[in-house]
Nanobody
Framework: QVQLVESGGGLVQPGGSLRLSCVVS????????IGWFRQAPGKEREGVSC????????VYADSVKGRFTISRDNARNTVYLQMNSLKPEDTAVYYC???????????????????WGKGTLVTVSS
């Protein structure tokens, strides 16, 4: 059974850093592309970053480029999202998700993703 569990969220001041983790089970990370998405209150879910199953290519939304880094540890079945220089507008619930068909993650398209975690809340505030 495919499962994804996010952790690492919390309250951080503007300019601070957090590292989110997404531990997966039921499959290996070289099987499916994995994406990070976020949803702020009253807004639609948006794509943040993606890492492909083969080759580990990465994609970032323009709003986080240069500040966020996605990576994976196949031995730990974990995908990370290192978030630096955080801004109040980064406040959201962050989710990781799988892309079985490899047709949505690289476009940061939430609607085409398949299995989702329950999310972890990131609050950026002074």
């Amino acid at each position: 059974q495919v499962q994804l569990v996010e952790s690492g969220g919390g309250l951080v001041q503007p300019g601070g850093s957090l590292r989110l983790s997404c531990v997966v089970s039921g499959f290996t990370l070289d099987t499916y592309d994995i994406g990070w998405f976020r949803q702020a209150p009253g807004k639609e879910r948006e794509g943040v970053s993606c890492i492909t199953s083969r080759g580990g290519s990465t994609v970032y939304a323009d709003s986080v480029k240069g500040r966020f880094t996605i990576s994976r540890d196949n031995a730990r079945n974990t995908v990370y999202l290192q978030m630096n220089s955080l801004k109040p507008e980064d406040t959201a619930v962050y989710y990781c998700a799988t892309d079985y068909y490899g047709s949505s993650c690289v476009f940061l398209r939430a609607s085409g993703m398949d299995s989702w975690g329950k999310g972890t809340l990131v609050t950026v505030s002074s």
